[in-house]
């Protein structure tokens, strides 16, 4: 059993480049989300999917957007990246939204670079 | 708005021994639940311990046990027999009872000295 499943684990953009980051789960979850994390700081929220086919802002939304392709997938973009996007981006699951006593599953992380 | 701290940037502790992870909070929430979350050098987000407000008895798990302090608005853990396998960032989190946005402090880097 996976859990969730990032790709890639590391990436050097140039500014003004565009990337998308990819996650997956094996474990049926219906909600996902999209976190980044910047040095010396906790996990912020950009983006969560509470169920298959809605997608909602979180804390830090500008400059990214997402796709929820199916229940098992959930997709970060950078359309032009800047370097104040270089972070290490943590995609999550769980089984439903609303239910904080559910846990969150994380997946191992993206390091991103932009230069 | 939620806001989490911890006032400890950095603790070091010797192997076996007993280390205590502060970390307060602000909300006007009144049922709401409290996370601890490592983060070894993996990078790996582990869930450590979750404490839901509104039961007075504080979280154990094996080794690691919370004091919960809902007037004071204080979650600190603390790691028993520590290992290490403990060395690892860790993350105090606030969750409101109805959501799942995380509010995160800013981390406690642990180190045990064999």
């Known amino acids: 059993n996976a859990g969730v499943t990032q790709t890639p684990k590391f990436q050097v953009l140039k500014t003004g480049q565009s990337m998308t980051l990819q996650c997956a789960q094996d474990?049926?979850?219906?909600?996902m989300y999209w976190y980044r994390q910047d040095p010396g700081m906790g996990l912020r929220l950009i983006y969560y999917s509470a169920s298959e086919g809605t997608t909602d802002k979180g804390e830090v939304p500008n400059g990214y957007n997402v796709s929820r392709l199916n229940k098992r997938e959930f997709s970060l973009r950078l359309e032009s990246a800047a370097p104040s996007q270089t972070s290490v981006y943590f995609c999550?699951?769980?089984?439903?939204?609303?239910?904080?006593?559910?846990?969150?599953?994380f997946g191992p992380g993206t390091r991103l670079l932009v230069l | 708005a939620q806001t989490v701290t911890q006032s400890q940037p950095e603790m070091s502790v010797q192997e076996a021994e007993t280390v205590t992870l502060s970390c307060t909070y602000d909300?006007?929430?009144?049922?709401?639940?409290l996370f601890w979350y490592k983060q070894p050098p993996s990078r790996q987000m582990i869930l450590v311990i979750r404490?839901?407000?509104?039961?007075?008895q504080n979280a154990t798990e094996n080794r690691f046990s919370v004091n919960f302090q809902k007037a004071a608005k204080s979650f600190s853990l603390k790691i028993s027999d520590s290992q290490l396998g403990d060395t690892a960032m860790y993350f105090c989190?606030?969750?409101?009872?109805?959501?799942?946005?995380?509010?995160f402090g800013t981390g406690t880097s642990l180190t045990v000295i064999p």
């Open positions: 989190a606030f969750m409101k009872h109805a959501g799942n946005q995380f509010y």
């Open positions: 474990m049926n979850h219906n909600s």
């Open positions: 999550a699951s769980s089984p439903d939204w609303g239910l904080a006593e559910e846990t969150q599953y």
């Open positions: 909300t006007s929430e009144n049922n709401y639940y």
């Open positions: 404490q839901e407000a509104y039961k007075q």
